[in-house]
């Protein structure tokens, strides 16, 4: 069965950071492409950052210089670093991930429970 679980989100002051993680079980995660997204509130969900099999990343622009994705294969987990924090990020956040599944060994698409990042003084 494919789940993800996300932690780290909380409430932070303009400024400051926060890592959020997802660890991933029932797929192969060296070769799952991983998202994380985001939902403001009366706002569409967005595609934050994306990370490749091989490492490959990608950022919207109005994160670009103060987030970072990363993988750990090894640990099956994804995460998202946060830095230099501001109202406008606050946000539900999303992980997502694409591959295979290991019991079916079909592809799965799977989205994480989300987790609230609130930003504010």
């Known amino acids: 069965q494919v789940q993800l679980v996300e932690t780290g989100g909380g409430l932070v002051q303009p400024g400051g950071s926060l890592r959020l993680s997802c660890a991933a079980s029932?797929?192969?995660?060296?070769?799952?492409?991983l998202d994380w997204y985001r939902q403001a509130p009366g706002k569409e969900r967005e595609l934050v950052a994306s990370i490749k099999p091989f490492g490959n990343t990608n950022y919207v622009d109005s994160v670009k210089g103060r987030f970072t994705i990363s993988r750990d294969n090894a640990k099956n987990t994804q995460y998202l670093q946060m830095n230099n924090l501001k109202p406008e990020d606050t946000a539900v956040y999303y992980c997502h991930a694409r591959g295979v599944a290991l019991d079916t060994m079909r592809s799965f698409d799977a989205w994480g429970q989300g987790t609230l990042v609130t930003v504010s003084s």
């Open positions: 029932g797929i192969i995660f060296g070769t799952s492409a």
